[in-house]
């Protein structure tokens, strides 16, 4: 059981590209989410999803996009890499809600230089 | 509004002696209450939750938690450290019956095992 598969584990971009973080869940969850992690601050929530055609808006949005057209998949996007981008992403997935644990992926090491 | 404080940012021990991570939330509502560990250059994985059943919680690998709502905290201990520990701890709290959005994260605490 695979469980959350994140790829890249580690990706290099310059200011202004643009790429996918891929993550796919084989549990059968409704819920996934994206995170960011910076030294200090902990995780901070980007985008979330209650099921398949369903997405919305976390603490710190800005910069990316979100889809979800399986269950299984939830890509986030950053459309124009910007340095504040630099950070480690995880995704994560859940059963049924807010008060189920969350399965997380290994993360995303992203850099923009 | 809810928030949560890890009031350590890195507690040192040696193995063979007792743990203790603190976490204090603040909530309006009945919160829900989680301990995540994290090892190097992997994902978060959960080690206990409380959410409003017995206050004292117990969890994977030794670990657990006590319920204070008095005291509005939620700190994580094991009686005896092992090497195996040394990790980042993150302390979450959510809303119970709230929307999905509404998990906050701490901020961690690194643990640190010597011999």
């Known amino acids: 059981n695979a469980g959350v598969t994140q790829t890249p584990k580690f990706q290099v971009l310059k200011t202004g590209q643009s790429m996918t973080l891929q993550c796919a869940q084989d549990m059968n969850h409704e819920y996934m989410s994206w995170y960011r992690q910076d030294p200090g601050m902990g995780l901070r929530l980007i985008h979330y999803s209650v099921g398949a055609g369903i997405t919305d808006q976390g603490e710190v949005p800005n910069g990316y996009n979100v889809s979800r057209s399986t269950t299984e998949d939830f890509p986030l996007r950053l459309l124009s890499a910007a340095p504040s981008q630099t950070s480690v992403y995880f995704c994560a997935s859940t059963q049924e809600g807010i008060n189920s644990p969350l399965h997380f992926g290994n993360g995303t090491r992203l850099t923009v230089t | 509004a809810q928030s949560v404080t890890q009031l350590d940012s890195h507690v040192s021990v040696s193995e063979g002696t007792p743990v203790l991570l603190r976490c204090n939330y603040s909530s309006s509502y009945s919160p829900s209450l989680f301990w995540y560990v994290q090892h190097p250059n992997k994902g978060l994985q959960l080690l206990l939750k409380?959410?409003?059943?017995?206050?004292l919680v117990k969890g994977i690998n030794g670990f657990e938690a006590e319920f204070k709502k008095s005291e509005t905290s939620f700190h994580l201990t094991k009686p005896s450290a092992h090497m195996s520990d040394a990790a980042e701890y993150f302390c979450v709290v959510s809303l119970l019956g709230s929307g999905y959005s509404t998990l906050t994260f701490g901020k961690g605490t690194m643990l640190l095992v010597s011999p």
């Open positions: 409380y959410t409003s059943a017995a206050t």
